[in-house]
């Protein structure tokens, strides 16, 4: 294709230096789907569909609080818990089956689940009891989940996972839609526009049930008309009218793509509107309809003890909202640098909740497919300055107004920490940053480049992640095989090992815990502990040995100043070959102590390590201590065994 093909997108370009190419004279689909369209379509429907039926049930972000949600909407209750439960009884299968509900996260036994797969809904009976949700977004955002749920599962009768993974589906093919219509809008970008709307945590959202799939591609089709919108000489009632449309939507998503309104503002010239007081029609447009609909939708849905976690109640009086404002502008920096990182791991490629790691090189594969895209599109059409401006500022805005919901909603009121911020809720304003720098620095070659490097390097990051995704949940320590090759061992459903800890250990106190390996290879233990307190004369004596034959596997005595204070102590011991299925006994106790000055072992709130036991002095206890094991898996594996 050439350069002059290349360039054209339908629109008259911003810059005077390129001209309009010829109109094709004949149709063809090749020539009506560009490549980039092709890419997001096919990749969106294979991966988006593969993960929709892999993704075990409950094991997306807050999939089981949507799934309450999308079953009141699928009985067109249409307001979050504006229903008397045992007049809507919810079945109990749904939880019973979530990933969520497990004590600690276990690869899934896949034979277990095929079985399950022909149980009704009422398999487990119906709940009757209050059971709240905390999907409280516009209903729209679940449109496609409540299809499948009211058509599928309620009037076609299908088992219960069938019609879970029907509305998986229908989401899918929903996000794929939204994600399309943005590439095939946006005038310029349109390969680096594909690969942010198919990073792999939007996949992994669009193939859950959840509010994020059309929140996420509401946003991006938004941005695309805003841009397609500036990419014209002229701005005629009917642009205005059809941002304005699809404003509706935006106001409609999620509360921080309120800040996308703005782009239309900055990126629009006012002498390019026809009509007198286009600009400002426009602003007060979208400051109309934002109010009607997102503040009219917020105060219908939102009780204030939801809307603040009831003890913000009082920041927003007239006294409390200016010194929260300044203790905000502290914050969000502070957040941005010890975060920013996690944030960014995260917007590329998570699983649900953390439990399981992504292998590494799906990160590089996936940086490395947008930085040759963003290669690529320099070659097309470039954003004007006034455009990259506008994107800038709006990303910046959109950035502090999600950390600011969430300051106010989650945080403590003056504090430094706030919380509840996640990576995945930048990914509709990623394109923002990225589509601003094409042509920067203006590209050497004429050539406009090929995108097949964009293309295989981000399916190349798809398939990683897919393998990994898949020998995480279904495979023990399947995840390891292409990370490192150490596999650690429990995952934690709600990591807060400093929640509760031990009394200081005195002279002859003993804690016993029982770890039942489930990996070969074991060859380190980790228990959390803290050595904070004034130090003294304390010596803590630690103890692994085989609850088979009683081999000692490890056996250390500990001054305070080798004790972390708060962090992982790690003991390592030669690989054991066979330990998987073995029991092994942990135990700690104190040796010297000055009073006061012992280490404090980390708790479990609740029990939730069902397969061993905690002990003290050889009394049970109903907790856990917080430990890891770990075992040499894959390659790592093999490699010590042919060199013992």
């Not at 793509?257 to 600009?279: C, K, T």
């Not at 203790?327 to 490629?349: C, H, K, M, V």
């Not at 280490?599 to 430990?627: H, I, M, S, W």
Request: neutral net charge; hydrophobic residues 45%.
């Amino acid at each position: 294709m050439s350069e002059e093909e290349q360039i054209v997108v339908g629109e008259p370009l911003e810059t005077a230096s390129h001209q309009p190419a010829i109109p094709r004279k004949r149709f063809s689909l090749r020539g009506w789907i560009s490549a980039p369209e092709y890419f997001v379509v096919l990749t969106s429907l294979v991966f988006g569909g593969i993960f929709a039926l892999v993704i075990p049930f409950g094991a997306g972000w807050d999939e089981e609080t949507h799934l309450v949600r999308t079953w009141d909407l699928a009985h067109l209750v249409l307001l979050p818990d504006d229903v008397v439960r045992n007049q809507l009884p919810y079945p109990i299968l749904f939880q019973e089956l979530s990933y969520r509900r497990q004590l600690l996260p276990h690869p899934i036994d896949l034979e277990d689940w095929l079985a399950k797969l022909e149980l009704p809904l009422d398999a487990e009976g119906l709940r009757y009891s209050e059971l709240g949700t905390r999907s409280v977004y516009p209903p729209i955002l679940l449109f496609p989940h409540t299809l499948g749920i009211r058509y599928l599962g309620l009037t076609e009768r299908l088992p219960a996972l069938p019609a879970v993974y029907a509305s998986r589906l229908l989401g899918v093919l929903a996000y794929t839609v939204l994600a399309w219509l943005a590439v095939r809008m946006v005038p310029f970008g349109k390969w680096t526009l594909a690969v942010l709307a198919l990073t792999p945590t939007a996949l992994f959202l669009s193939a859950t049930i959840g509010t994020d799939p059309l929140s996420n591609g509401f946003g991006l089709v938004f941005v695309s008309a805003c841009l397609a919108t500036a990419h014209r000489r002229q701005v005629g009632w009917s642009s205005v009218a059809a941002i304005l449309g699809l404003s509706l939507l935006l106001f409609m998503a999620k509360p921080n793509m309120v800040a996308l309104a703005v782009l239309p503002i900055l990126i629009l010239a006012p002498a390019r509107f026809r009509m007198r007081g286009g600009l400002a029609i426009l602003g007060i447009g979208l400051a109309g309809l934002g109010l009607v609909l997102a503040g009219g939708w917020s105060s219908l849905a939102y009780s204030p003890d939801l809307a603040v976690s009831g003890a913000g109640t009082a920041r927003f009086s007239p006294g409390q909202v200016l010194s929260t404002l300044l203790a905000f502008t502290r914050a969000s920096p502070l957040d941005l640098l010890d975060n920013g990182g996690g944030y960014l791991e995260q917007w590329i490629a998570r699983y649900g909740y953390d439990y399981w790691d992504v292998p590494p090189i799906s990160y590089a594969l996936f940086l490395g497919a947008l930085c040759a895209a963003i290669v690529v599109d320099g070659h097309r059409n470039v954003p004007s300055r006034r455009t990259r401006i506008g994107l800038v500022l709006t990303f910046c805005l959109a950035v502090l107004l999600t950390q600011l919901l969430l300051y106010v909603k989650d945080s403590q009121v003056g504090g430094l920490e706030i919380q509840g911020v996640q990576g995945r809720y930048f990914i509709p304003f990623a394109p923002l940053l990225f589509l601003s720098v094409i042509g920067i620095p203006q590209p050497k070659s004429p050539s406009p480049g090929s995108g097949s490097l964009p293309c295989g390097l981000a399916l190349a990051s798809f398939a990683v992640y897919a393998a990994g995704l898949v020998l995480s949940y279904y495979v023990v320590c399947g995840g390891a095989l292409l990370q490192e090759g150490v596999c650690t061992l429990p995952a934690y459903k709600n990591w807060m090992p400093d929640a509760r800890y031990t009394a200081p250990l005195i002279p002859g106190q003993r804690y016993t815990q029982e770890i039942q390996a489930e990996c070969d290879g074991m060859q380190a233990v980790q228990l959390w502990i803290d050595q904070s307190a004034p130090m003294g004369q304390s010596l803590t004596e630690v103890t692994i040995q085989d609850a088979g034959d009683d081999r000692v596997l490890a056996s250390q005595q500990l001054a305070e100043a080798e004790l972390p204070p708060g962090d992982w102590l790690t003991i390592r011991f030669a690989p054991e070959v066979s330990s998987a299925g073995r029991t092994y006994l942990v135990a700690v106790s104190g040796k010297e102590a000055t009073p006061g000055s012992g280490a404090r072992l980390a708790l479990t709130l609740k029990p939730e390590y069902a397969e061993g036991q905690l002990r003290q002095d050889g009394q049970p206890l109903d907790v856990d201590l917080v430990f890891k094991y770990s075992c040499l898996v894959g390659g790592r594996r093999a490699l010590h065994q042919v060199m013992r």
